[in-house]
Structures are given as C-alpha cells and as structure tokens.
C-alpha cells in the first residue's frame, strides 16, 4: 500500500472509531500494523481525544496487593510458577494485607487489586474461599473503597462468596485467545473453563477485567481475535502487558517485545473500548514506562505497590518498590507534566456504581448486552 492510500484508509479507520462504529478484524489488524512516525501519532492522537470524551483528563489509580506468590500452575511465562524454585514465596496475614491496604487507601489509590496465585491454602475445600472473601470484606470495609480480587479460575459458587462479601471486580487473565498459544502458555489448564469463570463473575454482577500479553509468539489477528473477545464478554477493564522474561521459567530465552507493540494495543483498545479502563501498568517498565503508555490512550495507572512491606509485583517482582518509585507520590508529578490530573475517590466510585448498576439491569431485564 502506497503512502497516499495507507494515510487515506488511517483516516476512514479513525473517523469511524470517533464516531463509535465498531471495527472490522482487518481494520484492527491495519491499525497494529502502522509503523511511521506520522500514522501512529495519527492512532494515539485519536486514543487520547477519545479517552478526553469519556473521562476529561482524569485517570485513576490501583493499589496491589500481591499477598501470597503461592501457585499450584505451571504457566510457561510466570516467575511465580509451581516449578520455579528462585521466587520468594509468601503468604501474608490477613493483618498485613489489610495494612498494606489501608496504607495505599491513604496514599490515595482509588482501588485495592488483591492478587494471588492459584494458592491452594485459598482452595482447600472447606473454608479456603470462605477466608478469602472475609479478607475481601475485611479491605473493604478498613479502607472504604472498591476492591479487585485476582485469585485465578473460581467455581460458580466461589464467584458469588467473593462477591456477596463485597468484591467489585474479578480480574482473570486469558492472556491470548488462540488456544493453541494458550496451551503452551497456560500448561494443562482448560481455555473454556478460564473463559467460563469471568462469565460466570458477570452472572454475580461483578466487574470484569480481562487482559493479553504481547510478544509471546501471537500474530496480529490473534490480537484481533482477543480484543473482540474482550467485546463479548463485556469487559469493563482491558488490559494488555508486555512479556517479560522471567528466570528459572521455560521461557526465560524469550525476548521481551519492543513496546511499541504494546502501545499500538492500548490505542486500539481504547478505539474499540472508548468508555472503559485500560491500564498502564508500571508491572513492567516501572514509572519510566507509564507516560508513553498514558499517551496511547490508557487512563488507569496500576502496580501501585506501598514500599517496605515485603510485598512484589508480578511482572517485574521488584523493580521501583522499595524506591517508593511505584506510589501515588511518584506518579502525581508524571500526569501534571501531561496536563492530566487523578480522579477523586467519589468519581472512582461513581463509575464503578454506575457500571455496576448497569450489568445488574441487564441481568433483571434478561438483555445479556450486546457488548458481550
Ligand atoms: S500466571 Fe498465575 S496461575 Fe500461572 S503460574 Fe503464575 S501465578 Fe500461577
């Protein structure tokens, strides 16, 4: 495709995202591919005057938690997998994962996100899920704010114990949506009963954060694919990470994707997904990454981990923690040099309300949404 043509057809694509038309596979496909300087301002430009459209020039910001580093899978990607022997495993108290969150409540995140492995403690039959939603009950009510849980594949049951006890969110990876990639990326474990479980947290009224990884041997229409995945099951937060090599993982050998990638994704998300939340994880190039990652469209900025509690982030266990670099205070200064500012905790609150009043009037209405 010649210059002329290709800015021709740039300028249809984004046109027609403005003005909320959904986007075809070979659209979207098209947009991931531009590669000059000028179409991919052209692509974040528009990203950006979307996101201004639904939330001014506020973002918001997630607190984490990762409280047990436990896990009873074997993901080819992850550093905390069961074979691995070089992770620090832990499993903090209810005690200190309360203080953790009180104290990132108090620096000013709008969200706690508790995150687990597949930590059979949580699991064992009898009160394992019953004591994770207590803690869920418990972070909710000491620091008054919405809460995401993360605890990987849950029964229908376990679903609704989570959110009876006060959960907002339920985030749980696919990762990839081509189920050939996930078998090798996701070792033994089932496609549809991952899939099943976030539909099943929408029957419970939970929000739902769905997300991918980048660079881990997918193609430009298995990104497509995902994202209009992400369009069926209705998901509220979408998220996509750049992969990470992580030592002592079968895909240690892995290189880590130029992020140019993950930042086409985020714009094209936020495209696809104009009302709805896209993080900017500091997971993986810490605070140094979250500008770039901001100007492709994101407008929630997660990881944010309190230092000196012994707590790790996933993609990056350590990177900027103990510094103080991953907080609130660090991260302030970066969206007032780009004319953005936080949300308050209220404006957090209301949408989270409003979105979940939403699913549930779709559920008493029987109108499963056409999103999903
Ligand atoms: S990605 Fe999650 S489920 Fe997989 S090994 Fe890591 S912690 Fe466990």
């Known amino acids: ?140 009510s ?32 696919q990762e990839t949506h081509n189920r050939q990639l996930f078998k090798s990326l996701r070792l033994n474990q089932s496609y549809d009963r991952r899939y099943l479980s976030k539909k099943q947290a929408v029957e419970q009224h939970l929000l739902i954060e769905e997300g991918i990884l980048a660079g881990v041997g997918e193609s430009l229409a298995d990104i497509a694919d995902s994202l209009n995945s992400m369009q069926e099951l209705g998901a509220h937060q979408v998220r996509v990470m750049s992969f990470v090599p992580q030592a002592g993982s079968s895909m240690s050998a892995w290189p880590t994707p130029d992020r140019l990638k993950e930042l086409k994704i985020i714009a094209v998300m936020r495209l696809l997904f104009p009302n709805r939340l896209i993080p900017a994880s500091l997971d993986v190039d810490g605070v140094e990454g979250a500008q770039a990652r901001i100007n492709a469209g994101a407008n929630v900025i997660t990881s944010l981990i309190p230092p000196q509690l012994g707590l790790a982030g996933v993609a990056q266990s350590s990177k900027g923690i103990e510094e103080g670099h991953r907080t609130v205070r660090g991260i302030l200064p970066i969206l007032e040099g780009m004319n953005l500012t936080a949300a308050t905790a209220e ?5 989270v309300e409003k979105e979940r009043a939403s699913v549930s009037l779709m559920h008493s209405t029987g109108e499963l949404g056409g999103a999903r």
Request: charged fraction near 25%.
């Open 142 to 173: 000491q620091t008054g704010l919405p809460v995401m849980i993360s605890p990987g594949v849950l029964s229908k049951r376990g679903l609704a114990q989570l959110a009876e006890a006060g959960a907002d969110w339920y985030a749980c990876y």
């Open 1 to 140: 495709m010649n210059d002329g043509t290709r800015t021709q057809k740039l300028e249809q694509v984004l046109a027609k995202a403005a003005d909320g038309e959904r986007l075809s596979k070979p659209e979207i496909i098209f947009l991931l591919g531009l590669s000059t300087e000028r179409d991919l301002a052209a692509l974040f430009r528009t990203a950006r005057e979307l996101r201004a459209r639904h939330f001014s020039n506020k973002l918001f910001l997630y607190g984490f938690v990762y409280f047990s580093t436990w896990c009873r899978n074997d993901c080819a990607f992850c550093y905390y997998r069961k074979s691995n022997d070089l992770p620090h495993r832990y499993r903090k108290t209810d005690e200190e994962i309360v203080e953790a969150a009180v104290s990132l409540a108090e620096s000013g995140v709008h969200l706690i996100d508790l995150t687990l492995g597949e930590d059979p403690f949580y699991r064992h039959r009898g009160n394992g899920i019953q004591s994770l939603a207590e803690l869920v009950g418990k972070v909710k």
């Open 347 to 351: 404006e957090y609150k209301a949408w």
